[in-house]
Structure formats: C-alpha cells, structure tokens
Nanobody, 123 residues
Framework: QVQLVESGGGLVQPGGSLRLSCEAS????????MGWFRQAPGKEREFVAAIRLNERITFYADSVKGRFTISRDNSKITVYLQMNSLKPEDTAVYYCNLNVRRTTIGWLGVGSWGQGTQVTVSS
C-alpha cells in the first residue's frame, strides 16, 4: 500500500524560507512524476511543482518560479520543496502526490495523496 507523508510546514514571516518533505513508502518503481499542490482556504487545489523521479526534469507554476525548488532523493523516494522568499499568498495546505500528469486542463494529481502540511506566511 502506497503512503505519502509530508512534513516541514509551519509559520514563517514574509521573505522567509521553509523546506517541505514528502516521503513515499510502498513504492516499487521510480518511474513517476511526483509533485506538490496547495490549497488555500476557500480556493481550489492548485499545482505548485513536479519532478520526474528518474530524470532531473522539473516543472513549476508561474507563481512560484524563481522562489521554489523541487528536488528528490530516489534512494528514499522522497521529494522536497524548498520555498524561499515566501509571501502571504503562499499560505495554504501543501499536498504531495505520487503521480502527477500535465493535461490539456492543467496539472492533475492522479496518484496517492499525502495528508498535507500547513504553511502559514504571516508577520
């Protein structure tokens, strides 16, 4: 059974940094695109970033390009999201997904979801 566990969220001041982690268990292949989504109160879940586990290819939403960096550790099937220059509008619950796909209507998470980790950017 696949399980994803996110960690690293918290409260940070504007301009600060956080590093999120998502560790997958029960996964037998690294032939996935793993990614991060986020959902702010009253808004739909939106794509943040994705990475191919077996290649160093990354994808980012325009709103986080240049500020966020996604990376992975294939030895542990873990992806990280380094978030710098955080803004109040980055406040959301951040979710990890094992199998992310880009479609004609945008990025979708079609695999298992983690439980989410809260990120709050406030002074």
């Amino acid at each position: 059974q696949v399980q994803l566990v996110e960690s690293g969220g918290g409260l940070v001041q504007p301009g600060g940094s956080l590093r999120l982690s998502c560790e997958a268990s029960g996964v037998t292949s690294n032939n996935y695109v793993m990614g991060w989504f986020r959902q702010a109160p009253g808004k739909e879940r939106e794509f943040v970033a994705a990475i191919r586990l077996n290649e160093r290819i990354t994808f980012y939403a325009d709103s986080v390009k240049g500020r966020f960096t996604i990376s992975r550790d294939n030895s542990k099937i873990t992806v990280y999201l380094q978030m710098n220059s955080l803004k109040p509008e980055d406040t959301a619950v951040y979710y990890c997904n094992l199998n992310v796909r880009r479609t004609t209507i945008g990025w979708l998470g079609v695999g298992s979801w983690g439980q989410g980790t809260q990120v709050t950017v406030s002074s």
